[in-house]
């Protein structure tokens, strides 16, 4: 597709979704802050893995990427491929929510705690937020206590298997407990900041934050 056109689908996907946040479609009502359910309101459940993204699906080898983690941080880093492998590895399965409603059971990603990150780079005491960059121009933020979760990775294998580029690859973020558009693909840049930005989707009437339990789809 010639870049003109496939810029107007996008604006047009992106419009499509502002409207919906808009007049708050998909919103059921109903919350279930207690988790009694294993499917959050208003989600369906789909054993596929659908692909949603804004259209450029950048193709990053892993002897180019880089991840910078900047900011409010004590230590600065930039890691290559071999310094990224060269952290301790964890495994996580978690359930994946998406704002558009469908929700997919038991995800087995690998790769690196964000507790670990943040052992190494080390918040300043001012710091609050994160915002995770995608190599496609994406960006959303999430609150540093959130991003430091036990179930958020740095993720380069679903399944055991490696992230292929239409699902974020070679890495992506996984923040679990949120819905699935804070969890970055094509990460490249967690810049931590003391003062919250909003991201992409945040200003454009996501959620700041996107708890599924109690429906935080829009704001
Ligand atoms: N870099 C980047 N990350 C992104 C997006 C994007 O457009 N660019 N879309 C988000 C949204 S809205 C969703 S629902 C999930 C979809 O991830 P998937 O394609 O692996 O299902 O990625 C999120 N992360
Ligand atoms: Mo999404």
Redo the contacts with the bound molecule.
């Keep these: 597709m010639a870049e003109g056109k496939a810029g107007g689908v996008r604006e047009k996907l992106i419009a499509i979704?502002q409207a919906w946040a808009e007049s708050r479609r998909l919103l059921t009502g109903e919350r279930d802050p207690e988790h009694a359910n294993r499917l959050p309101p208003g989600q369906r459940l789909v054993t596929n893995?659908?692909?949603?993204?804004?259209?450029?699906k950048p193709d990053i080898a892993k002897t180019d990427w880089r991840l910078t983690v900047d900011g409010a941080v004590a230590n600065p880093i930039s890691w290559d491929w071999a310094a990224y492998q060269a952290q301790p590895q964890v495994e996580d399965v978690s359930d994946?929510h998406?704002?558009?409603q469908w929700s997919r059971f038991d995800n087995r990603w690998s790769g690196v705690a964000t507790s670990h990150l943040l052992s190494v780079v080390q918040p300043l005491p001012n710091a609050n937020v994160v915002v995770?960059?995608?190599?496609?121009?994406?960006t959303?933020n999430i609150t540093l206590e959130c991003f430091a979760g036990d179930d958020c990775l740095i993720a380069h294998a679903h399944d055991g298997v490696p992230l292929p580029r239409?699902?974020?690859g070679p890495v992506?973020a996984i923040i679990p407990r949120w819905?699935?558009?804070?969890?970055?693909?094509?990460?490249t840049r967690i810049e931590v900041l003391a003062v919250d930005k909003p991201g992409?989707?945040e200003v454009r009437g996501y959620h700041n934050e996107g708890d599924p339990w109690t429906e935080q789809r829009y704001n």
């Design positions: 979704k893995w659908p692909v949603l993204d804004l259209g450029v994946i998406c704002v558009t995770l960059h995608g190599a496609d121009g994406y959303t239409d699902h974020g992506r819905y699935f558009w804070k969890s970055a693909k094509w990460l992409f989707w």
